[in-house]
Structures are given as structure tokens and as C-alpha cells.
């Protein structure tokens, strides 16, 4: 039985343990359905976030699920109290983070990150097949949200005009400096009141995330080990990859704003 110590696994870790008996692994790449001439990991298993593991009634892009959405989600992918879960996408590590945290928003702690996701795994020549769909049994899991893993509008507006929390955008420098018009559509450029940025691309090096040190040092520049931070990027995908990378440096009041920017510029104007 294998129970995760990090955040993050190696591909190295995965392909020497990848038939664990509770070991599931899920490609948690955003956008992406079944096809069968695509390859992936054999035996995963993929994490639809945008129509299976969000809330699709929601106007704004990947919501966060409900708990009860959420739990039957994962039951229908096999996935048990005692799983330990390793989540990848195609990017790297882009994706994934959000499926990571998501697990932990839900009181699931034993899931990590493969690092450097398919990318790393298929340049070490680990084995890969056909993608496949998941048709096995159920699983039992027992979803139970966790308070303040998620933020929402009006506690991201309350702590950007109390200065309660430090936020964290996660956007490329372009966009948080409306420098380049958002890639979304009708979405005005603009920034979050006393945000700053870190882009999460600042945390990767050859795919991988950086070693701690590096990230201690990165989030060292914007926050003390003790604030309070909220994270947030253009529709609460890559927030999750700040999150992942600053529990690695040790950070632990941490909370991803789920709506970030598609849903604060589309509600403030000013």
C-alpha cells in the first residue's frame, strides 16, 4: 500500500511503483476527451474537469464542484478511501496542480503531482499504451469539503480592501501588468487591488518544478511563512501550481481563489 509523503513524485517513483494494489493514477489534463489514437500511462484514468469535476451551471469556467458532484465523480473513476492518487496532464505541470488541490478541498490527502507530468515521463521512455476509458468498479470515497481551501467573490473583494491577505496572481507579467489583452474574449485587462504577481512559470525549470530552496525563495519575496495568501490566475487553474509550489516551501494558510480574474473582471469594473 503506498501512502505519499509530497506533494510531488518523480517518474522515476511512478514507473518503479505505478502497480501499487491502491495506486491510481489520473490525467488530470484540462480540455481533453477520449480518443483513442492519443497515448498516456497505462491504466490511468482521466479527470474531466470541465465537464465531470466542475460546476457546469456556473457562468464563469472550471467552478469549483459541489461536494456531492464531486464525490460521485471520483466513485465513478474507481477511486477508494485507501487510493493513493498521482496526477498528471500533457503540459507538465499545469493542470494537475487543480486536480491536487481539489483532492485536499475535499479532505482527500494522499495524492501528489507527477513531476514534470507526460512530457518528463515519455522523455525517460517509460512504457505508455493507447488511451483507454475507465470501466472497472466503483470506488467508495468519502468526499468532506474543507473550509477556506477555496475562496470565493465576496471574501476575495473583503480581503483585497482590508488587506487581510496577500494575493497572488499567478498570470504571465503581460497580463497582470496590462501590458497584453487577456486571451479570454470580452475580458477586460486589469489586476486584482493589492495583489501582486508571481507568474507560475517562475516556479518550472525544464518542465520541473524547482527544487524547495528556490521556491522558498520565490514566495519569500511576496510573503512571510505566516500570512495568510490567497491565490488566483486567470480562471483558478494555475493558482493551483502557486499553491502546490508554496506548500513544498512550507506555507500553510494558503486558499486559491476559484473565480480569479475571468470572474473579478467580469464583475468589477473598475
Not at 511512478?14 to 489520473?26: D, K, Q, T, V
Not at 510573503?223 to 513544498?248: N, R
Request: net charge negative.
Amino acid at each position: 500500500m503506498i501512502t505519499l509523503s509530497s506533494p510531488i513524485v518523480s517518474a522515476a517513483w511512478l514507473n518503479e511503483n505505478r502497480h501499487a494494489e491502491n495506486l491510481i493514477i489520473l490525467d488530470g489534463t484540462i480540455n481533453k476527451s477520449f480518443n483513442s489514437e492519443q497515448i498516456q500511462i497505462p491504466n490511468v484514468r482521466l479527470f474531466d474537469i470541465k465537464g465531470k469535476f466542475s460546476n457546469v451551471s456556473d457562468p464563469f469556467p472550471s467552478a469549483f464542484p459541489s461536494q456531492n458532484q464531486f464525490e460521485n465523480e471520483a466513485r465513478a473513476l474507481g477511486i477508494n478511501n485507501a487510493s493513493a492518487i498521482v496526477v498528471y496532464d500533457d503540459k507538465g505541470i499545469y493542470s494537475s496542480a487543480r486536480v491536487w488541490w481539489l483532492f485536499k478541498a475535499f479532505g482527500f490527502n494522499n495524492v501528489a503531482v507527477l513531476n514534470g507530468g507526460f512530457p518528463i515521463w515519455k522523455q525517460e521512455g517509460f512504457a505508455t499504451e493507447s488511451m483507454s476509458q475507465y470501466e472497472g468498479l466503483k470506488g467508495d470515497i468519502k468526499a468532506e469539503l474543507k473550509p477556506n481551501y477555496m475562496r470565493f467573490f465576496d471574501e476575495v473583494k473583503e480581503a483585497s480592501e482590508a488587506k487581510t491577505h496577500v494575493i497572488i496572481d499567478a498570470r504571465a507579467s503581460g497580463r497582470f501588468n496590462c501590458q497584453v489583452p487577456e486571451p479570454r474574449a470580452g475580458l477586460r485587462m486589469g489586476t486584482i487591488p493589492n495583489s501582486v504577481n508571481l507568474p507560475f512559470t517562475d516556479l518550472l525549470e525544464d518542465g520541473l518544478l524547482k527544487p524547495k530552496v528556490a521556491l522558498e525563495k520565490a514566495f519569500y519575496m511576496l510573503a512571510d511563512k505566516d500570512d495568510a495568501i490567497i491565490f488566483s490566475c486567470g480562471s483558478g487553474i494555475t493558482a493551483c501550481v502557486l499553491a502546490l509550489g508554496a506548500t513544498i516551501a512550507g506555507y500553510k494558510n494558503i486558499a486559491v481563489y476559484d473565480g480569479s480574474w475571468t470572474e473579478w473582471g467580469s464583475l468589477v469594473n473598475v
